[in-house]
């Protein structure tokens, strides 16, 4: 049995819901049993999740954005229950890492000819992640942009957002400790904990990272002079982070920081906390998806 949980505020809401009916159709003209409902909250999709695993559902397609298939993954890691992921959100980082294809029905394509593959996840303060996890002055500009959300749309609130922090620029005092021998205080630009290889709707902050060796992708970048700031942002988004001289990076199964005031980019959303404990778990998800380099 299919459970298809389809977010249908993700991206435009009337694709969406017609995007899940041609889904639906077209599994059942496979013949193959599903269900189709909608989450309605944050939240609820991994209710919706878990709901569907306990009535014996083995298979549940994610149709959504990155926060659809964080949601289910929370529901679904360490369980024998398998996921797809279509996906008809706004950016999409995770499938780009996955190379599962933008568009919908050539994704439920990839649901329909590759097996459910063993996949990484990670827990940060007990919950479950699936892409990257930050703080710095990428979730400066994401909380900056939100405020001018509420008064305009598109790309410019994005835009304002990132030039806003560019005059309030500031470093962070991070304390960093992990399994791999890190053991320091940094003033650091960004930090990033990574599965995935892409964030913010396409900007590489773990190029080399693979979502199924077992090990987190750990980068910072250190204070950067604010006459650079604005290079260093192009190099950024043009995956040329591991080439700074600020940069330094390394693979850790754990990772343990903090920071006065910090704020955290988790799989999309912004939390506050005063302390992240963060650590991998190994192959808990199985996702429908192309193999990777090395794999069968």
């Known amino acids: 049995m299919i459970s298809i949980i389809c977010n249908p505020v993700s991206g435009?809401?009337?694709?969406?819901?017609?995007?899940?009916?041609?889904?639906?159709?077209?599994?059942?003209?496979?013949?193959?049993?599903?269900?189709?409902?909608?989450s309605d909250a944050p939240g609820h999709a991994s209710a919706l999740a878990a709901e569907a695993?306990?009535?014996?559902?083995?298979?549940?397609?994610a149709m959504g954005g990155d926060g659809t298939v964080s949601e289910i993954a929370g529901a679904l890691a360490g369980k024998d229950a398998a996921m797809a992921i279509i996906p008809t959100g706004t950016g999409n980082d995770y499938c780009k890492t996955l190379k599962i294809p933008?568009?919908?029905?050539?994704?439920?394509?990839?649901?329909?000819?590759?097996?459910?593959?063993?996949?990484d996840a990670g827990l940060i303060n007990g919950r479950v992640f699936v892409n990257e996890i930050g703080t710095g002055f990428d979730v400066d500009v994401l909380r900056r942009s939100a405020g001018f959300r509420k008064h305009m749309n598109g790309l410019f609130p994005y835009?304002?957002?990132?030039?806003?922090?560019?005059?309030?620029?500031?470093?962070?005092?991070?304390?960093?400790?992990?399994?791999?021998?890190?053991?320091?205080?940094?003033?650091?630009?960004?930090?990033?904990?990574?599965?995935?290889?892409?964030?913010?709707?396409?900007?590489?902050?773990?190029?080399e990272a693979v979502p199924y060796d077992g090990l987190f992708d750990v980068s910072g970048i250190r204070r950067i002079k604010k006459s650079k700031l604005p290079g260093r942002l192009l190099g950024?988004?043009?995956?040329?982070?591991?080439?700074?001289?600020?940069?330094?990076s390394l693979r850790a199964k754990?990772?343990?920081?903090?920071?006065?005031d910090m704020f955290v980019n988790v799989d999309g959303e912004i939390i506050g906390m005063e302390k992240a404990e963060v650590s991998i778990l190994p192959g808990a998800l199985r996702i429908h998806r192309p193999a990777g380099d090395g794999e069968a």
């Open 53 to 61: 695993v306990g009535n014996g559902c083995d298979t549940i397609i």
């Open 236 to 248: 950024l988004m043009r995956g040329k982070i591991l080439a700074f001289p600020e940069t330094f």
């Open 12 to 38: 435009s809401a009337e694709k969406t819901r017609r995007v899940c009916g041609e889904v639906g159709r077209i599994l059942s003209q496979r013949g193959l049993d599903h269900q189709i409902v909608y």
């Open 254 to 260: 754990s990772v343990v920081f903090s920071a006065p």
């Open 159 to 207: 835009l304002l957002g990132v030039l806003s922090a560019l005059i309030h620029y500031r470093t962070y005092r991070v304390s960093l400790k992990t399994d791999s021998g890190l053991n320091s205080e940094e003033d650091l630009t960004v930090f990033s904990v990574a599965l995935g290889k892409i964030i913010g709707g396409g900007i590489p902050i773990a190029p």
């Open 102 to 119: 933008p568009d919908p029905l050539k994704a439920l394509e990839v649901f329909l000819r590759e097996p459910a593959r063993m996949t």
